[in-house]
């Protein structure tokens, strides 16, 4: 089974089991709704309950329906949080999960003609930015938007674009 990291445990948070953590999904108010499923990554059999998680500053804080001492959640300090595939929420329309989308084949979706691969994802502000590799090695970026990016085939990994003049920085 396939496990994905969801968050790196920090700290305890009071006396009641609470724990602090950094985020590394995208997707935390799924992640750490009552009743979600986590697990500790390189011990997965150990399932961990979500009583309830909100979010704290720049962290999370969560409390486990399995950890009710300040104790017991400081033996998960520097764990990481994992979640199996099979816990895994299904995401709304047009919502990918990088691992989905990386490594996919980048195609004209006019010409048909193979462009490059995506080799990496951002997220600077308002939507995502894909960087697409040529086989020459040239790198450019473009954007996560409806005018760009006209198909997404998870499935076969292809992505079918459109490129708006100057995403390319052709000569």
């Given at each position: 089974m396939q496990f994905y990291d969801v968050a790196r445990i920090l700290?305890?948070?009071g006396l009641n089991g609470e724990i602090k953590v950094a985020l590394i999904t995208d997707f935390p108010k799924e992640r750490f709704a009552a009743n979600a499923k986590?697990?500790?990554?390189?011990?997965?059999?150990?399932?961990?309950?979500?009583?309830?998680?909100?979010?704290?500053?720049q962290f999370w804080l969560v409390q486990f329906k399995e950890?009710?001492?300040?104790?017991?959640?400081?033996?998960?300090?520097?764990?990481?949080l994992v979640v199996s595939q099979e816990n895994q929420q299904k995401l709304p329309a047009?919502?990918?999960?990088?691992?989905d989308i990386l490594n996919s084949t980048v195609?004209?979706?006019e010409s048909g003609e193979k462009?490059?691969?995506?080799?990496?994802?951002q997220s600077p502000g308002a939507n995502d930015v894909?960087?697409?590799?040529?086989?020459?090695?040239?790198?450019?970026?473009?954007?996560?938007i409806p005018d760009?990016?006209?198909?997404?085939?998870v499935a076969n990994k292809k992505v079918y674009v459109k490129l708006l003049e100057g995403l390319r920085d052709e000569d």
């Open positions: 700290s305890t948070h986590l697990s500790l990554k390189d011990n997965e059999d150990k399932v961990l309950t979500v009583e309830k998680g909100r979010p704290f500053k950890v009710t001492t300040v104790e017991e959640a400081s033996e998960l300090k520097g764990k990481t047009g919502s990918y999960y990088y691992r195609i004209d979706a462009i490059g691969t995506i080799t990496d994802i894909w960087q697409v590799t040529e086989q020459s090695g040239k790198e450019y970026l473009i954007p996560y760009v990016v006209k198909k997404v085939d």
